[in-house]
């Protein structure tokens, strides 16, 4: 049984920064793409960035030159470092994987709030 687990959201000032994490646990796992969505309320969940297994990158303009995403293939590991956040980041961030032979797995979720 393979599961996804975030960590690290919370609330933070504008301009700040937050790193989320999501691991997957199981044993002999091959992650292909990861990514990470982000749904405000009212709206559509949205793409905040994606990473190949080989690590080419891809990030929604919004938050192209705040936001990093990293993974380590031999942890099974991501991660989402945001910097000068704005209030309209604010939303539940979701991580995806693509782990091959196995299908499509999304973690619960983890709030992320932006506001002075």
């Known amino acids: 049984q393979v599961q996804l687990v975030e960590s690290g959201g919370g609330l933070v000032q504008p301009g700040g920064s937050l790193r989320l994490s999501c691991a997957a646990s199981?044993?002999?796992?091959?992650?292909?793409?990861m990514g990470w969505y982000r749904q405000a309320p009212g709206k559509q969940r949205e793409l905040v960035a994606s990473?190949?297994?080989?690590?080419?990158?891809n990030y929604a303009d919004s938050v192209k030159g705040r936001f990093t995403i990293s993974r380590d293939n031999a942890k099974n590991t991501m991660l989402l470092q945001m910097n000068s956040l704005k209030p309209e980041d604010t939303a539940v961030y979701y991580c995806?994987?693509?782990?091959?032979?196995?299908?499509?797995?999304w973690g619960p979720g983890t709030q992320v709030t932006v506001s002075s």
């Open positions: 995806n994987m693509d782990i091959r032979w196995r299908g499509d797995y």
């Open positions: 199981g044993s002999a796992l091959s992650i292909n793409a």
């Open positions: 990473i190949t297994r080989g690590g080419s990158t």
